[in-house]
């Protein structure tokens, strides 16, 4: 199961940080993925992780602005940092999962690559 949190609104420049929770693995071997869809766009990966080594991944349109991290206390929760966000940030995100998780991270930024969904949590930048 997962369950992303964490959305908001924020003013252009702004940061949110968004959390998965990710529930029901036993060994570290799979890859977790951040995607977004604004109205009309298609779904886009934005960042992904893979649980055994925490390599990572990102699309260039958000590189330099988001980290994507586990939580070194709690092993069950994923972090989206997303620092200087802009308007073309706006969307509904949604973390996924895909079991295992060994090929390259940017591998796992195509929506298509993953299995299981989450919610999505809300984002939206103004000015």
């Known amino acids: 199961q997962l369950q992303a949190s964490g959305g908001g609104s924020v003013q252009l420049g702004g940061s949110l940080r968004l959390s998965c929770v990710v529930d029901?693995?036993?060994?570290?071997?799979?890859?977790i993925g951040w995607f977004r869809q604004a109205p009309g766009k298609a779904r886009e990966g934005v960042s992904a992780?893979?649980?055994?080594?925490?390599?990572?991944?990102y699309a260039n349109s958000v590189k330099g602005r988001f980290t994507v991290s586990r939580d070194t206390a709690k092993k069950t929760v994923y972090l989206l940092q997303m620092n200087n966000l802009k308007p073309e940030d706006a969307a509904v995100y949604y973390c996924a999962t895909v079991l295992p998780g060994y090929e390259s991270p940017s591998y796992y930024l195509r929506p298509d690559t993953m299995t299981d969904w989450g919610k999505g949590t809300q984002v939206t930048v103004s000015g």
């Open positions: 992780i893979r649980s055994s080594d925490g390599a990572v991944a």
């Open positions: 029901g693995f036993i060994y570290d071997d799979y890859a």
